[in-house]
């Protein structure tokens, strides 16, 4: 029985005692139309009881007799020490009761995102004494001025099988306040491209449940070894990194160890935000878990195999080997702003961004061995729209010039993970998918844009010998590749078309680094490096064996049976 039913009982029991004293205290009219009041009350606390309570419970023999005791009563007042006694009896058997059963959701707005939530909600689905709900909810997209403008929601037809989605019009949570929920949008109305439905902000969700558990979409990819630097909380002062849910939620999951600690001197050095929302100093060290991250689980969890890939990429795939380009989101706000500084104005035309863009694409179509594979980040063209009204028509010429040109794979489907299984090599802008790759160890780079060199010396070589060999070097000397007195864990410049440490950039880069991924059997020490990018995965990263998502729903589990109160 869940929690929720238990205390729901007792609050029964508490009422119908209290009913049955004041039996004590009437007299004659009184007496009879309070026997009938209560009679009526234990036939509904019956009927409740049968639905909620296990078969064979002692509760419906107690309630029987205790509806035919009243009856006698109105009868004869001699009953009303045996009514008292069978009371008593009542409220001992609901003490005596465990919650054994567990009622646990989990919201999600867009289906190419659910693979944060995935792995727990596998693990909750497959517990018998957990009833757990997968309910995809609406989401909104927002114009330049911020006003609400089309609806979306991705139910039936988004999700594979193994998903037993609730629409969420037939779930009221309010009434069934769930044990737990687990969310993973942290914004609510802070979002300048999309908004969830107002009824799943977190602020509304806290209300009606015991637990609300926030597990993050986007992975921060720079973690850092002094969360507390002075530089480091202005800049997060600064860009406002504190979200509703991570003032609401009660459990706020992260990937690492170092991610838990960032959140807590923030709190503390903004004592109004905990003052205001009751956050205390303990639930702040309570509140941040590192358990890993059910998107990790899913890249181990799953290769090739468990993708089929439409006949139309399978033709072109056939025999070539795969880069996969992820252009994401901040990398081309980044750019865009530095051309509004000498522009004035957002350019329209030859932004930074987009030439980089273009000299990739063109580059790959001079091969016949090896297939680019493209997919931007799935709020690429609605935060264009949204933020960079200017720049989306130039987007969606080079879009439909990439796909006319039939030379690659444009990939705007939901699931990202079909690329990276599939994928021999990545090029990425700096985003979280830069850390969910270097679990592959297949290798990747990331393309200098607003981190260009100023004055570099430029590497005429061929192949990917001399950027591999920069690489290696820092990998070997320092944890997460950090040879430099920098406050990070992961230093991603190394990964750079450019080799920041010596001041050199490599010309032909993408050509290169595709002879890396084509023929790596020329690099003996392919293998040595691709050992250590797993190796800094896994020094960073919790729980990196693909189990977080089933550690995560245990710890959620056993917080939620072993909590005392119902919060209601």
């Not at 007792?10 to 009879?32: H, I, S, V």
């Not at 769930?178 to 107002?198: A, G, K, Q």
């Not at 444009?410 to 090029?427: C, N, Q, V």
């Not at 450019?498 to 059997?521: A, G, I, Q, S």
Request: net charge negative; aromatic share 14%; hydrophobic share 35%.
């Amino acid at each position: 029985m869940r929690k929720l039913y238990i205390k729901q009982l007792y609050d029964l029991t508490k009422t119908l005692d209290t009913a049955c004293r004041e039996l004590e205290k009437q007299k004659n009219g009184c007496f009879l139309d309070l026997c009938a009041v209560t009679q009526e009350f234990v036939s509904g606390m019956y009927d409740y009881m049968e639905t909620v309570a296990d078969e064979g419970s002692k509760l419906s023999e107690l309630l029987r007799r205790l509806y035919e005791l009243l009856y006698d009563a109105s009868q004869d007042r001699n009953y009303i020490k045996q009514i008292l006694e069978t009371v008593n009896d009542l409220k001992e058997e609901v003490d005596s009761f465990k919650a054994d059963k567990i009622e646990v959701v989990f919201f999600c707005y867009r289906a190419s995102m659910s693979d944060s939530l995935e792995s727990v909600y596998f693990a909750a689905k497959e517990d018998p004494s957990c009833d757990a709900y997968f309910i995809p909810v609406p989401y909104f997209d927002r114009g330049s001025n911020g006003n609400i403008n089309q609806i979306h929601f991705e139910g039936e037809g988004y999700y594979s099988d193994q998903y037993e989605l609730t629409d969420w019009k037939q779930y009221d949570v309010q009434a069934r306040h769930p044990d737990v929920i687990f969310i993973m949008n942290p914004y609510d109305n802070r979002n300048l491209v999309t908004s969830l439905h107002p009824d799943f902000y977190s602020s509304h969700l806290k209300n009606h449940t015991d637990m609300l558990v926030y597990i993050e979409y986007g992975l921060p990819y720079w973690l850092y070894r002094d969360p507390c630097a002075k530089e480091l909380q202005e800049e997060y002062e600064k860009n406002g990194i504190v979200l509703p849910a991570h003032i609401y939620s009660d459990y706020d999951i992260r990937y690492a160890k170092e991610l838990a600690e960032v959140h807590k001197p923030i709190f503390a050095a903004n004592p109004e935000i905990s003052q205001s929302y009751n956050i205390t100093p303990e639930k702040i060290q309570e509140k941040f878990i590192p358990l890993g991250s059910p998107k990790f689980d899913k890249i181990l969890n799953t290769g090739r195999e468990d993708y089929v890939l439409p006949e139309k990429w399978k033709r072109k795939t056939e025999g070539k080997k795969i880069i996969l380009y992820n252009t994401g989101l901040a990398e081309l706000l980044k750019s865009s702003e530095r051309d509004k500084e000498s522009e004035k104005d957002y350019v329209p035309h030859g932004s930074r961004y987009f030439e980089k863009l273009c000299s990739i694409i063109e580059s790959f179509g001079k091969h016949e061995d090896v297939i680019l594979w493209w997919r931007p980040h799935p709020l690429l063209e609605a935060t264009l729209r949204s933020m960079r009204p200017v720049l989306l028509q130039e987007y969606l010429e080079i879009v439909n010039n990439f796909k006319n040109s039939g030379k690659g794979i444009f990939d705007d489907t939901e699931d990202l993970h079909r690329a990276i299984a599939w994928s021999d090599g990545m090029i990425s802008d700096e985003s979280s998918l830069l850390l969910l790759y270097t679990a592959t160890g297949k290798p990747f780079y990331i393309p200098s844009i607003t981190k260009a060199l100023s004055q570099p010396v430029y590497d005429d070589g061929e192949g990917f010998y001399a950027p591999l060999a920069g690489r290696l070097k820092n990998m070997r000397a320092a944890k997460g590749a950090n040879v430099g007195d920098w406050n990070c864990c992961i230093w991603w410049d190394n990964f750079l078309e450019e080799d920041v440490m010596r001041n050199t950039h490599f010309n032909n880069y993408t050509e290169r680094f595709m002879d890396f991924v084509l023929h790596p059997e020329k690099y003996p020490d392919a293998e040595e490096y691709r050992q250590l990018q797993i190796k800094m995965f896994k020094d960073f990263v919790v729980n990196p064996d693909g189990t977080a998502g089933r550690k995560i729903y245990e710890f959620v589990k056993k917080k939620a049976m072993g909590q005392k109160e119902v919060r209601l």
